[in-house]
Each structure stands twice: as C-alpha cells, then as structure tokens.
C-alpha cells in the first residue's frame, strides 16, 4: 500500500535508513555508531520484506546506495571486532563517496513518485463495475495491413457495464487479461514512446476498479452504449478510469484495439500484433496516412455498433445480452481516435452523439452530419498548432445539431486519458492539473454531454460544461 510519496511502508524505510546509512559518517562520534547500528538493521530488515513483495526497479538505486553504505558499516564493525584498527577515510575523500550514493537514493526516490503504480479513482455511480473482452472479425473487409488476401479484419473489444456489487471480487488487470499481456503491452506502448521497457511496468501490475466477468447489473434495463477509440499507437484500456466512471453510472463503454495501429494487440490464438504506424518526416504523406488510419478506425468503430446489436440480438453470446440499447450509441475518441469517432458519425447515422478527445479531424470529405458532438481541446498556448481550432470549428459547425467545443485550462494531450494518473507530472506532457483532477473532469464533462444526448436529460448542459472550461456553443 502506498503510504507516501508514491512509496509503500517497506520502500520508504528502505529509503530513510539507506539515508540514514549513509549520513552516519558525518554525525558526531557519539552518535556515530547508533545510527549506523539503527540504519543498517532498519535497511536490512526492509530489504528483506522488498525481495519477499517485489522489488520494482524505481527502488533498484535506493538499495544501491544504501547496500553500499552497509558495506563500509560492515567493514568497519568487522575490523573492530577482530580487534584491528579502524581507519576513517578523510573527509575530502569520503564526501564524493557520499554525494553519489545520496545521488543515487535520490534518482530513485524521485523515479518513484514520477512513475508510480496508477491508483484507479473509485466509480461515483450507483453501479459496480464488470468488464470483459471479445474479439470480432468482419467477414466483409480484407485486412488491409497485411499482404495476405485471406486475413480479415479483426479487433479486440473491452467492455466495462453496469455490474451487481461484490465486494470479494477480485479486480481487473490494467494492461491486460493477464500478467503476461499486461508485460506485453507496457513493453509495447514504451517501446512506441521510444522508452526502455521496463519504464511501464508499474502500470503493468496496476488493478483497475472492475471485475472480469462480473454479473450484469439486476433491473432488466438497457444501457446506452458508448465507443471508444484510442490514440495513435492507443490501446483499448487508455482510459480505463473514464470507462469505468460512465459505466458505474449505467452506460456501457466499449473500447476497441485496433490491429497494426495499437502498440500491441493480442489475439486469442495467442499472436501478438504490433504497431505499423511510423512517421514519414512528409508532412504531406503523413497526412495521407493518417487519413487511411482513420478511415479504417471509423469502419471498425460501425462494425462494432453491428456486433453489439447482434450481442444484444442473443446471436453473438454474451453477458449483455437484451441490455444493450443500440439506439441510443455515442461515437467516441481521443486524438485519432476522436476524429475516427467524427467520420464514424457522419457515415453511420445509427450514433446518435460524437465526444472528440482533442482529435484533429482527419476526414478527407467532410459533410453535413445530424449528431450534436462534444470537443475537448488542450489548453492550445497562442501560435501552437494554428490549424488545429479552426479546423476543428470547421467540422463541428457541419453538424445540424447543436454542439460544443470546450478547452480544458491546464490541460495537455494526454490530460484526457489514464496518463496522470502514472507518467510523471510534466506539464506538457500530461498538463498542469496533477494526478486526478484530468481524468475527474473528463469524466464528468462527457457524461454531462451524454446525459443530455442519450437519455434526454434535462437541464442547461452549457452552464454545466462552462464549469470545466472555455466553452464554445456552435
């Protein structure tokens, strides 16, 4: 259990008697040997409990630091025993010694509290949460990122609903059904990041606040369904914390993996997929790319609108059969991802609400469309990105309903999806809001807007999406 400073109770005595260790030089001869005695049994006995837990490799410098104090204390207490001599080393010699292990205790503390292991939000809904995975392919479309005329294309759908509560259930895996997939994605998504892999392995031991397989929620109602498509190079659980929030308040999230563009995918048979997205340094063909990226991300998003009818049909088996009410289906996004959800939208009428995740939009055609859409932009500094608002406006004033861009105050690209609750706290990379207030606000923006397009709820949606931004009614 985490207990401060990202560190649990053994990690942070670990880290106060290798300092401890360490100091004991410089404090007077009196109590010198004490605290030498006191840090050594403190660091051993917490590196003891650390080798039985796990230990993470954050804490790798805080045992090399210390261990290498315990071993000048330990050579000093044998000599002593034998009845040698004990020779200090001088000062000037000692203090570049001491700098570097209290270097290294410190990269260590601070690689703690900058990569530490997501603590998922507690749902604020009237439902547990359940989730499961399932994997659909579309016999009507050829897998276009292979060469093989016989692959079709395939994706992987996680679904988070409405679940009954139990309090024994054991709790979903972030990253992965299992302990290997969840090693498997982390190592992919940094790899894509260009990251050693083992920089997201916290991530990859994280639970989340669902249980697998759990019961459906009692009552016989059905859900409005939600679809999500993740960033470039995404995968299904990048924003877990939001899916988790809109399903304990009665919706059902459905988020897709997208083979060949996700950073890595698994599929039943046991292949692992990897990312074929790479930057050209063309502008202009990156453009081109990027565009064929979403068309095929908006055709897999109708797809999986299908397949869920059909889950609910009783003609594909599920848990959620007879609860999903396709009707009332919102496209959704982050990054790509949000301008797949727009281009979904306006091909396939059946998505009755669009919410883009700072998405530029991508569609090469773009027409007139009924759905009303939420936008939620990053907090655009003057001069950066010039294209990307009047773009976005462009799209948004298309659509025949009424729709909203909002720009979140402090925010960052990534603000809008899990990342603060794990990468480190850099504004530019996941905004200045700190660990959870990013996830918090995109969580109860869009369910503000799906309230009011899905379920009819009353009331003045403008007034409430003010309180979380600058807002644009268009």
Known sequence: MTVFFGLSFAELSALAAAVVLVLARWLPPGARRA??????????????VLAVLGIRWQLVPVLA?????????????????????????????????TAACLALILAGAVAAWALPRPVFPEPSGAHAVGTTVVQWTDPDRTETATSRTEDQRTVVVQLWYPAQRDPAARRARYLGRTPQEAQLVAQGQAGYLGLPGFILDEAARAHTRSAPNAPVAAGGGRFPVVLFSPGLGGVRTQSTAWAEEL????????????????????????????????????????NRRAAGWTAVRAADLSFVLTQLGRLDHG????????????????????????????????????????????????????????????????????????GYLPRLTQMLQLSTATSYRLTVPGSAHLTFTDAPLFL??????????????????????????????LRGKPGDLAATLSGYGHLTVL
Request: charged share 20%; no cysteine; hydrophobic share 45%.
């Open 65 to 97: 630091g210390g261990g290498t104090a315990l071993t000048f204390a330990a050579f000093s207490v044998l000599r002593r025993r034998a009845g040698r001599p004990v020779r200090r080393a001088r000062w000037w010699l000692a203090l570049p010694g």
């Open 315 to 386: 003609e594909i088996p599920g848990l959620l059969t007879g609860r999903l009410d396709i009707r009332r289906a919102a496209a959704t996004g982050h990054s790509l991802g949000g301008a797949a959800a727009l281009q979904a939208a306006r091909q396939d009428p059946r998505f009755a609400a669009v919410i883009d995740m700072d998405g530029f939009p991508r569609d090469p055609t773009p027409q007139p469309f009924d759905q009303p859409v939420l936008a939620l932009t990053h907090d655009v500094k003057p001069g950066e990105e010039p």
């Open 424 to 453: 480190p706290p850099l504004p530019a990379l996941v905004g200045s809001l700190g660990r959870t207030a990013g996830p918090r606000i995109t969580a109860a923006a869009t369910a503000a807007f799906l309230d009011a397009a």
């Open 247 to 286: 399903a304990s308040r009665g919706y059902v999230v459905a988020a897709l993996d997208h083979p060949y563009d996700s950073a890595v995918v698994t599929l039943t048979d046991g292949r692992t997929i990897r990312t074929r997205v790479a930057a050209t340094g063309d502008q202009t063909e990156d």
């Open 35 to 48: 605290s030498a005695w006191a840090g050594a049994a403190a660091f051993a006995a917490a590196a003891i």
